[in-house]
Nanobody, 113 residues
Framework: QVQLAESGGGLVQAGGSLRLSCAAS????????IDWHRQAPGKQRELVAT???????NYADSVKGRFTISRDNAKNMVYLQMDSLKPEDTGVYYC???????WGQGTQVTVSS
């Protein structure tokens, strides 16, 4: 089973940017779909962004135009560039290989107003 590890979270002021990274323990296959999810305190985990093996992307309406997901198959990495951050973006961010129980430990993002 592939192991995933997120990094890059932190504390940032509203309007700032962060870049999250997701490192995989094996090479991504062309069929692999990678999702970024987040979970705010007291709320359910929600899907934020998706990228397919061909590079097609999809975003939650709440982050569209502000977040960008990308992948580097040669490095077994997936990234989430987050710009124009808002306090409501606060939460623990996880990457997931869709269709598996492969989740990282998450990385905390806190956006102050």
């Amino acid at each position: 089973q592939v192991q995933l590890a997120e990094s890059g979270g932190g504390l940032v002021q509203a309007g700032g940017s962060l870049r999250l990274s997701c490192a995989a323990s094996r090479s991504f296959f062309s069929i692999d779909v990678i999702d970024w999810h987040r979970q705010a305190p007291g709320k359910q985990r929600e899907l934020v962004a998706t990228i397919t093996g061909r590079g097609f992307t999809n975003y939650a309406d709440s982050v569209k135009g502000r977040f960008t997901i990308s992948r580097d198959n040669a490095k077994n990495m997936v990234y989430l560039q987050m710009d124009s951050l808002k306090p409501e973006d606060t939460g623990v961010y996880y990457c997931n290989l869709r269709g598996t129980n492969s989740w990282g430990q998450g990385t905390q993002v806190t956006v102050s107003s």
